[in-house]
């Protein structure tokens, strides 16, 4: 038998339809459903983390791998003690200083969470977003929601609700649309369980600003390579290809004129580029995408995702990709570019 195809509902939020949007959604969410929902990193593809089938309905229509862990979302840091043990007091100062917002820490889990949230780990990820929306739409369902982002597992994140209905239309209950993420990239995940905490993910936080307050913060090997065969992901994003599109990528880094060149110089026909604005009338006659303004993060935040999935569209049989360095919020687009890569990646 099939997999049943849904009739999946657009809930525009609007000032005259707030409340009513709020309450069906919440209403999906207790009910066991699947619903899109906007935070300020991507949009979340959302279930009741706590009930083990609506959990799987999640990895059933992402296409996700089961030892993947899934990230909780609550709407304030009072809910951490409900769900989580051994709180260590550092989460609460990191709460303190980034809730709501893109941060998401690794705590040791109450047994309520279920395997199937955790990808059979005895830890999961909270975060708070900073989506007033969001918030209220986890209050009023009185659970805290598994929302991984809002696409097809291995392509690249969604921040419009357009983008989730090019994945999930005919799949999900239902996209509550409060229009296009400010931030562009998922949040930074910090694992909490060991000292000093360690950068798993980099994100929407950056690293620098976790280290103001926690200043022995070390980052994950993950994060530069793919995990290997049989090692256990601590969190999402970390095993798999991700974040890319259908063709082949090729990231490039150094300097923006010397990568843009060496792009220009090892381009085929029929292949595409993305690159920095400034270097977009180079690539004339090729299928190309603007990733933003050189020294720019937060457009290349916000635009990283789009342009690759720009390519899906075209015939490009290869993609070519400028890639930025690793300073502040560039650290997390550099990350998504090298993983949509495969860390096939040229340095010069």
Same mark, same amino acid.
């Given at each position: 038998?099939?997999?049943?195809?849904?009739?999946?509902?657009?809930?525009?939020?609007?000032?005259?339809?707030? =409340?009513?949007?709020?309450?069906?959604?919440?209403?999906?969410?207790?009910?066991?459903?699947?619903?899109?929902?906007?935070?300020?990193?991507?949009?979340?593809?959302?279930? =009741?983390?706590?009930?083990?089938?609506?959990?799987?309905?999640?990895?059933?229509?992402?296409?996700?791998?089961?030892?993947?862990?899934?990230?909780?979302?609550?709407?304030?840091? *009072?809910?951490?003690?409900? #769900?989580?043990? %051994?709180?260590?007091?550092?989460? #609460?100062? &990191?709460?303190?200083?980034?809730?709501?917002?893109?941060?998401?820490?690794? &705590?040791?889990? %109450?047994?309520?969470?279920?395997?199937?949230?955790?990808?059979?780990?005895?830890?999961?990820?909270?975060?708070?977003?900073?989506?007033?929306?969001?918030?209220?739409?986890?209050? &009023?369902?009185?659970?805290?929601?598994?929302?991984?982002?809002? =696409?097809?597992?291995?392509?690249?994140?969604?921040?419009? @609700?357009?983008?989730?209905?090019?994945?999930?239309?005919?799949?999900?209950?239902?996209?509550?649309?409060?229009?296009?993420?400010?931030?562009?990239?998922?949040?930074?995940?910090?694992?909490?369980?060991?000292?000093?905490? %360690?950068?798993?993910?980099?994100?929407? &936080?950056?690293?620098?600003?976790?280290?103001?307050?926690?200043?022995?913060?070390?980052?994950?090997?993950?994060?530069?390579?793919?995990?290997?065969?049989?090692?256990?992901?601590?969190?999402?994003?970390?095993?798999?290809?991700?974040?890319?599109?259908?063709?082949?990528?090729?990231?490039?880094?150094?300097?923006?004129?010397? *990568?843009?060149?060496?792009?220009?110089?090892?381009?085929?026909?029929?292949?595409?580029?993305?690159? #920095?604005?400034? #270097?977009?009338?180079?690539?004339?006659?090729?299928?190309?995408?603007?990733?933003?303004?050189?020294?720019?993060?937060?457009?290349?935040?916000?635009?990283?995702?789009?342009?690759?999935?720009?390519?899906?569209?075209?015939?490009?049989?290869?993609?070519?990709?400028?890639?930025?360095?690793?300073?502040?919020?560039?650290?997390?687009?550099?990350?998504?570019?090298? %993983?949509? @890569?495969?860390?096939?990646?040229?340095?010069?």
């Amino acid at each position: 038998m099939g997999r049943k195809t849904l009739h999946t509902k657009v809930y525009r939020v609007t000032e005259e339809e707030k =409340n009513r949007v709020l309450n069906e959604a919440a209403q999906i969410i207790r009910r066991g459903g699947l619903l899109a929902i906007p935070t300020e990193t991507v949009y979340g593809l959302g279930a =009741n983390a706590l009930d083990k089938e609506a959990v799987r309905k999640i990895f059933e229509a992402k296409g996700r791998p089961q030892d993947n862990p899934l990230l909780i979302h609550i709407p304030d840091a *009072s809910w951490l003690e409900i #769900y989580c043990e %051994k709180i260590p007091p550092l989460a #609460y100062r &990191l709460a303190e200083a980034f809730w709501p917002g893109p941060l998401t820490m690794i &705590l040791k889990c %109450k047994s309520c969470i279920p395997y199937e949230t955790t990808g059979g780990l005895e830890t999961v990820g909270v975060r708070c977003p900073d989506n007033a929306v969001t918030a209220e739409i986890i209050r &009023l369902a009185g659970v805290p929601v598994a929302a991984p982002s809002a =696409n097809r597992s291995g392509h690249p994140s969604c921040t419009s @609700a357009e983008t989730v209905l090019d994945d999930f239309a005919g799949r999900i209950e239902g996209v509550v649309d409060d229009g296009p993420c400010r931030v562009g990239v998922e949040s930074t995940i910090l694992d909490m369980t060991e000292y000093p905490p %360690k950068l798993l993910r980099p994100g929407g &936080l950056s690293l620098e600003d976790i280290r103001r307050i926690i200043p022995e913060t070390e980052m994950d090997a993950g994060i530069c390579r793919q995990l290997r065969e049989g090692e256990q992901p601590k969190a999402p994003g970390m095993k798999y290809r991700h974040y890319a599109p259908k063709a082949p990528v090729t990231a490039v880094m150094g300097g923006g004129r010397e *990568s843009a060149e060496y792009i220009r110089t090892h381009i085929k026909a029929g292949e595409g580029v993305i690159c #920095y604005e400034e #270097y977009q009338d180079m690539f004339s006659g090729y299928a190309c995408a603007s990733l933003g303004r050189e020294g720019c993060p937060q457009e290349h935040a916000q635009r990283v995702f789009d342009v690759l999935r720009s390519f899906d569209k075209t015939d490009a049989a290869h993609i070519w990709t400028q890639c930025p360095g690793e300073e502040g919020l560039d650290l997390a687009v550099s990350n998504r570019i090298k %993983k949509a @890569a495969g860390f096939h990646i040229v340095e010069i």
